[in-house]
C-alpha cells in the first residue's frame, strides 16, 4: 500500500508516548497555497497513526483479522547532525503494519519479522547482528516492545540495522480501533510495526569496505563479476575482445551478474582500481596470451593484491562457470566470517561499571548483567556515551549480578557507542 506523506498533527497527538517520542524530529507544514493551514500537518516520521487512522474503518469483525500491510515510502526526522545513509533528515524504508486478534500472534508477528530481518542480515549482506530486546529507554515511542538486529561497524561503533515493535493495544486504544470477536464482544486489536531502511546500505559499506571502497556480498551485488580486456596493439584487439564476449555470454547464461568493461577510454590499470572502489567481487582478466591459452585470471575484491590472483583459469565453460560460481560462495562465507570475528574480538564480558567504562573507552561493547534502572542506564549515558544496544537472545546460563547494583540479573545487555 502507499499511504499518504502528510499527516494530520492531531493523528500524531494521539498516542502520548508517540508525541513526546518524536516531537523533536518532527517537520511541520503550515502554509499551503500561499494560506496558513487550520491545522498543522507532519511530513511522515513514520506511519502507524496515518495507518490506524484508515485500520479503524477497515476492520470490523474477528474475520477482517489479521490485516498486514507494507509500504516502501520515504520518511522525514529532523536531523541537525547528518551522516549519509546512518542519519539522514529524509531516508527510504519499507514499514510493515499488521492488526490482529490476540496478543500472543502480535508478539508471533514481531518476532517472526526480526528473525526475517536477522537472516537477511546474515545470509544475503554478510552482516553478523546481534538481534535482541530494547531497553524501557530505547524502546519504540508507543510501543510495548522494541525488538532489534545490531551490527558492528568497521570503527567498532553499534548500528541499529532494523526493528520490530510489538505495539500491543497503544494505537488501538487511542484510535479506538476495534472488532467484534467470535463472541460479540467489541475488542481492541493487538498491533506490531516493523522497518529496515537504507540505513542498512550504510551498514554493509561500513562493516565490509576498506580504504579502496566498496567490498559487496555477492548475493547482493548487481555486478558480481566484471571482465576487464587488456591488449596493447590494435591487432590484438579484436581477439581479445572476441574472447572476453564469449566468456561475458558464458557466464551470464549461467545466471551470473556479469559486465564487461570494453571502454577504451581508461587503461586496465585505472579500471582495475574503479571496479575495486565499486566493490565488484571477482574480477576476470583476459589478454593476448590469455586467448591463447584459452584461460583467464581470475582476482577477488576481498583479498587485496598476489594473494588474491589466480591465473590459468581455463575458459572452457564446464570449468569456469563452476569455478566462478564457487569463488563468489567462498567471498560471501569469508565476508561473514571475517565480520563475525571482528565482532567478537571486540566484545568485551564484563561484571562492574569500571570494567565497562574501561571497555567503552578502548571503543568495544561491553557485554554484562543487568537490572538497572532507568536512571542507571541514563548515567551510563551521559558518563560514557554508550547505551544499552539490546538485551540478546542468546543468553548465557547460570547465576549472575548486575555490573551496575549487585542484585540478582537474569539477563545481560549489550552496551555500546552507536551512530
Same mark, same amino acid.
Given at each position: 500500500?502507499?499511504?499518504? =506523506?502528510?499527516?494530520? /498533527?492531531?493523528?500524531? $497527538?494521539?498516542?502520548?508516548?508517540?508525541?513526546?517520542?518524536?516531537?523533536?524530529?518532527?517537520?511541520?507544514?503550515?502554509?499551503?497555497?500561499?494560506?496558513?493551514?487550520?491545522?498543522?500537518?507532519?511530513?511522515?516520521?513514520?506511519?502507524?497513526?496515518?495507518?490506524?487512522?484508515?485500520?479503524?474503518?477497515?476492520?470490523?469483525? !474477528?474475520? &477482517?483479522?489479521?490485516?498486514?500491510?507494507?509500504?516502501?515510502?520515504?520518511?522525514?526526522?529532523?536531523?541537525?547532525?547528518?551522516?549519509?545513509?546512518?542519519?539522514?533528515?529524509?531516508?527510504?524504508?519499507?514499514?510493515?503494519?499488521?492488526?490482529?486478534?490476540?496478543?500472543? $500472534?502480535?508478539?508471533?508477528?514481531?518476532?517472526?519479522?526480526?528473525?526475517?530481518?536477522?537472516?537477511?542480515?546474515?545470509?544475503?549482506?554478510?552482516?553478523?547482528?546481534?538481534?535482541?530486546?530494547?531497553?524501557?529507554?530505547?524502546?519504540?515511542?508507543?510501543?510495548?516492545?522494541? /525488538?532489534?538486529? $545490531?551490527?558492528?561497524?568497521?570503527?567498532?561503533?553499534?548500528?541499529?540495522?532494523?526493528?520490530? !515493535?510489538?505495539?500491543?493495544?497503544?494505537?488501538?486504544?487511542?484510535?479506538?480501533? %476495534?472488532?467484534?470477536?467470535?463472541?460479540? *464482544?467489541?475488542?481492541?486489536?493487538? %498491533?506490531?510495526?516493523?522497518?529496515?531502511?537504507?540505513?542498512?546500505?550504510?551498514?554493509? @559499506?561500513?562493516? !565490509?569496505? +576498506?580504504?579502496?571502497?566498496?567490498?559487496?556480498?555477492?548475493?547482493?551485488?548487481?555486478?558480481?563479476?566484471?571482465?576487464?580486456?587488456?591488449?596493447?596493439?590494435?591487432?590484438?584487439?579484436?581477439?581479445?575482445?572476441?574472447?572476453?564476449?564469449?566468456?561475458?555470454?558464458?557466464? !551470464?547464461?549461467?545466471?551470473?551478474?556479469?559486465?564487461? +568493461?570494453?571502454? &577504451?577510454?581508461?587503461?586496465?590499470?585505472?579500471?582495475?582500481?574503479?571496479?575495486?572502489?565499486?566493490?565488484?567481487?571477482?574480477?576476470?582478466?583476459?589478454?593476448?596470451? &590469455?586467448?591463447?591459452?584459452?584461460?583467464?585470471?581470475?582476482?577477488?575484491?576481498?583479498?587485496?593484491?598476489?594473494?588474491?590472483?589466480?591465473?590459468?583459469?581455463?575458459?572452457?565453460?564446464?570449468?569456469?562457470?563452476?569455478?566462478?560460481?564457487?569463488?563468489?560462495?567462498? @567471498? =560471501?562465507?569469508?565476508?561473514?566470517?571475517?565480520?563475525?570475528?571482528?565482532? +567478537?574480538?571486540?566484545?568485551? +564480558?564484563?561484571?562492574? /561499571?569500571?570494567?565497562?567504562?574501561?571497555? @567503552?573507552? *578502548?571503543?568495544?561493547?561491553?557485554?554484562?548483567?543487568?537490572?538497572?534502572?532507568?536512571?542507571?542506564?541514563?548515567?551510563?549515558?551521559? $558518563?560514557?556515551?554508550?547505551?544499552?544496544?539490546?538485551?540478546?537472545?542468546?543468553?548465557?546460563?547460570?547465576?549472575?549480578?548486575?555490573?551496575?547494583?549487585?542484585?540478582?540479573?537474569?539477563?545481560?545487555?549489550?552496551?555500546?557507542?552507536? /551512530?
Amino acid at each position: 500500500m502507499y499511504f499518504p =506523506q502528510f499527516i494530520p /498533527y492531531s493523528f500524531i $497527538e494521539k498516542e502520548a508516548s508517540h508525541v513526546e517520542g518524536f516531537s523533536p524530529e518532527l517537520a511541520l507544514v503550515t502554509v499551503g497555497g500561499g494560506k496558513e493551514l487550520e491545522e498543522k500537518l507532519v511530513v511522515r516520521p513514520t506511519s502507524e497513526t496515518i495507518v490506524n487512522h484508515m485500520f479503524t474503518q477497515w476492520i470490523h469483525s !474477528h474475520r &477482517d483479522l489479521p490485516l498486514m500491510i507494507n509500504q516502501w515510502a520515504n520518511v522525514t526526522r529532523w536531523e541537525m547532525r547528518t551522516k549519509p545513509f546512518i542519519r539522514t533528515l529524509e531516508f527510504l524504508w519499507q514499514e510493515g503494519h499488521t492488526a490482529h486478534a490476540t496478543p500472543e $500472534e502480535a508478539e508471533k508477528e514481531a518476532m517472526q519479522m526480526i528473525d526475517v530481518y536477522t537472516k537477511f542480515a546474515y545470509e544475503e549482506a554478510a552482516i553478523p547482528v546481534i538481534p535482541g530486546r530494547k531497553s524501557r529507554v530505547e524502546t519504540f515511542a508507543g510501543a510495548n516492545r522494541t /525488538y532489534t538486529i $545490531e551490527a558492528m561497524m568497521g570503527d567498532r561503533k553499534a548500528l541499529q540495522a532494523g526493528t520490530s !515493535h510489538n505495539l500491543g493495544q497503544n494505537f488501538s486504544r487511542a484510535f479506538s480501533t %476495534q472488532f467484534t470477536d467470535e463472541n460479540g *464482544q467489541r475488542q481492541h486489536v493487538w %498491533q506490531t510495526s516493523w522497518a529496515i531502511s537504507t540505513r542498512f546500505v550504510g551498514g554493509i @559499506i561500513m562493516t !565490509h569496505g +576498506d580504504d579502496a571502497g566498496l567490498m559487496l556480498p555477492p548475493r547482493l551485488a548487481s555486478v558480481q563479476v566484471v571482465i576487464v580486456p587488456i591488449w596493447k596493439k590494435a591487432n590484438e584487439k579484436n581477439e581479445v575482445l572476441d574472447a572476453a564476449l564469449s566468456i561475458k555470454d558464458i557466464l !551470464h547464461s549461467a545466471g551470473i551478474k556479469v559486465k564487461l +568493461d570494453d571502454s &577504451d577510454q581508461r587503461t586496465p590499470g585505472w579500471k582495475f582500481n574503479f571496479w575495486e572502489m565499486k566493490g565488484v567481487p571477482l574480477r576476470i582478466e583476459i589478454g593476448p596470451r &590469455d586467448v591463447s591459452s584459452r584461460s583467464v585470471v581470475v582476482s577477488r575484491r576481498d583479498i587485496p593484491g598476489k594473494p588474491g590472483k589466480v591465473f590459468g583459469i581455463s575458459m572452457e565453460p564446464s570449468v569456469l562457470v563452476p569455478y566462478v560460481k564457487e569463488k563468489l560462495d567462498e @567471498i =560471501q562465507l569469508s565476508l561473514l566470517n571475517k565480520a563475525i570475528s571482528f565482532r +567478537d574480538s571486540n566484545i568485551v +564480558d564484563v561484571t562492574s /561499571y569500571d570494567e565497562l567504562k574501561e571497555a @567503552i573507552s *578502548q571503543g568495544k561493547w561491553a557485554r554484562g548483567p543487568w537490572v538497572g534502572s532507568d536512571e542507571d542506564e541514563l548515567k551510563i549515558k551521559e $558518563e560514557t556515551g554508550a547505551t544499552i544496544r539490546c538485551f540478546p537472545f542468546e543468553q548465557p546460563q547460570g547465576p549472575k549480578m548486575c555490573l551496575m547494583t549487585g542484585s540478582p540479573a537474569e539477563e545481560v545487555a549489550i552496551f555500546a557507542k552507536s /551512530y
